[in-house]
């Protein structure tokens, strides 16, 4: 039996034509700019998107801020759930709590919020972040009101809660910072 050897391999002429490579591309809508002026090199980017369109433009600080967030929460949370007493008593300088059972219910959703902290950190998407900046802004713009009616209702002034007061306030002002800062549109160079 006489093996038949295929014919030799043709090397198609539009491969070599420069003119009809830029029209098949034009076809298939790959090579030229699109609407924001990006160049797509294949249909697949067009289709599933440019992951750099998407990066988050980091500000200066902002992980370090993440961090320290997420730090501070944890270290809160795992204080209020093992010493309410002391944690009570270093804000407000009184008596101890009646019941442990608020504080330790604080230090629970202290600690939920410290674990979206924790993960938001190892992320690069745009929204996670700003929704974490977000939700870290409510929280201190929560504990500040909070704080403030406490210490109008006692009438006391107390050294840790003023202090608390005042970290609050900055962390706020932190908090929006960086969230805005996320939020901006990247300049187009």
Not at 56 to 83: C, H, K, N, Y
Not at 125 to 150: G, N, P
Request: glycine fraction near 6%; charged fraction near 20%; aromatic fraction near 10%.
């Amino acid at each position: 039996m006489a093996t038949k050897q295929p014919p030799p391999l043709m090397k198609k002429h539009s491969q070599t034509d420069l003119v009809s490579r830029l029209k098949t591309r034009k076809i298939l809508g790959v090579g030229g700019e699109d609407d924001d002026g990006e160049v797509h090199r294949s249909k697949i980017s067009q289709v599933l998107g440019n992951e750099i369109k998407f990066a988050v433009r980091e500000p200066l600080g902002l992980r370090v801020w993440q961090l320290v967030s997420a730090v501070m929460f944890s270290g809160v949370a795992i204080m209020a759930l093992t010493f309410p007493d002391q944690l009570y008593d270093a804000v407000f300088d009184e008596e101890p709590v009646s019941s442990k059972t608020p504080v330790r219910l604080y230090g629970g959703a202290l600690l939920s919020i410290s674990l979206i902290m924790w993960n938001a950190l190892y992320t690069a998407e745009k929204v996670i972040i700003r929704w974490t900046l977000l939700t870290e802004a409510c929280y201190f713009a929560v504990q500040f009101l909070v704080t403030t009616v406490s210490l109008v209702e006692s009438s006391r002034i107390a050294t840790g809660a003023v202090l608390l007061l005042v970290s609050r306030a900055l962390f706020i002002l932190i908090s929006i910072y960086y969230y805005y800062q996320v939020g901006r549109r990247p300049k187009k160079v």
